[in-house]
């Protein structure tokens, strides 16, 4: 079945209004809350109306598709399907990103092309508006139409690499090979940080996110200024990752540099650390491993291994 595809924020939808949401500490939450308020973006709107007429018509097409990086909760999908309804936006069927994937768009409209051919569609089409995800549709062969202007503006710092990210478990020897290596004013230490904060390095859950949180305005505000930054923490899981490159200004770089040694030599220097803890974030480290290690598919990160060999 020939199909056309249309992406939604961006392209059918104007999310102007909410992309405020996004400066600064990105609210993805309040972000997706306010799009059952988006306003139509007419001409895309009505070319959907035009080509599903076609498709009933079995003229050029069969299928409307809409293809979007929203997440698949239960509200936020029924606030989709609401908004198409009430703007008579028709369609055939619609794939969503898997809700907890945290993944780049591009990446995650990939996989749905996949399930979009698996489900008998053949597109012919698409409409989108962002240019890593247009770049990605047209590099599997499909004609697309990106809707909307390039990414805005670059930072002045474009094209350097101003963040070095380590990543490693616990008691890997980070702060060490920190120490080692850059200049005391270069590092934002998550430790550091709770110890100037608490005194101590309790792991309260309260204490953790209030040191995030510092940390982050810290980081965001030397990366603005162009200052370079090395990011002393055990960044493990991606969402954690993903959190602290959304910091970076557009155009800048970044780098994770992993950090770790022996399981025997973690246990034997655990410190303050629990056995426990450190099992704990050795397994999670190697459940992590291969994401790391291609930098999480971003383009904008590259990687250096610092393990001993």
């Known amino acids: 079945m020939r199909a056309v595809i249309f992406d939604i924020d961006g392209t059918l939808a104007d999310v102007s209004h909410r992309l405020h949401h996004l400066d600064g500490e990105k609210d993805w939450n309040a972000f997706f809350k306010a799009m ?10 009505r070319l959907a109306r035009m080509l599903r007429h076609n498709a009933e018509a079995r003229r ?6 809409i293809v979007t990086a929203r997440p698949d909760r239960e509200d936020w999908r029924r606030t989709t399907l609401d908004w198409l309804a009430l703007h008579d936006i028709p369609y055939d069927a ?15 409209k990939a996989e749905m092309l996949q399930r979009i051919l698996d489900d008998g569609y053949e597109p012919v089409l698409v409409i989108d508006d962002r240019p890593q995800v247009v770049r990605m549709w047209r590099e599997h062969g499909i004609t697309t139409l990106q809707c909307a202007p390039d990414e805005p503006a670059s930072s002045a710092y474009a094209g350097q690499t101003l963040l070095h990210m380590l990543v490693g478990p616990c008691a890997a020897g980070k702060s060490t090979f920190a120490a080692a290596t850059y200049q005391p004013h270069e590092i934002v230490s998550t430790d550091a940080l709770r110890i100037q904060l608490y005194g101590d390095l309790g792991h309260a859950p309260e204490a953790l996110a209030r040191v ?3 940390a982050h ?6 990366l603005e200024a162009g200052v370079f930054t090395v990011l ?3 960044n493990l899981k991606a969402k954690d990752r993903l959190r602290v490159l959304e910091l970076l200004p557009r155009g800048v770089f970044a780098r ?3 950090v770790d040694r022996d399981l025997a030599d973690k246990l034997r220097e655990r410190d303050w650390r629990s056995e426990d803890l450190v099992m704990k974030q050795h397994r999670l480290f190697r459940a992590e491993e291969e994401a790391i290690l291609a930098g999480d598919q971003h383009s904008y990160v590259t990687v250096q291994d610092r393990r001993a060999r």
Do not use: F, S
């Open 36 to 45: 059952a308020d988006d306003a139509p973006v007419e001409p895309i709107a």
């Open 60 to 65: 050029d097409i069969d299928a409307v598709l």
């Open 94 to 108: 619609i794939y969503m990103r898997p809700e907890g994937d945290i993944r780049a768009d591009h990446l995650v």
């Open 212 to 214: 995030w949180k510092l």
């Open 217 to 222: 305005g810290i980081i965001r505000a030397r």
């Open 232 to 234: 002393d923490a055990t």
């Open 256 to 258: 994770y540099v992993v």
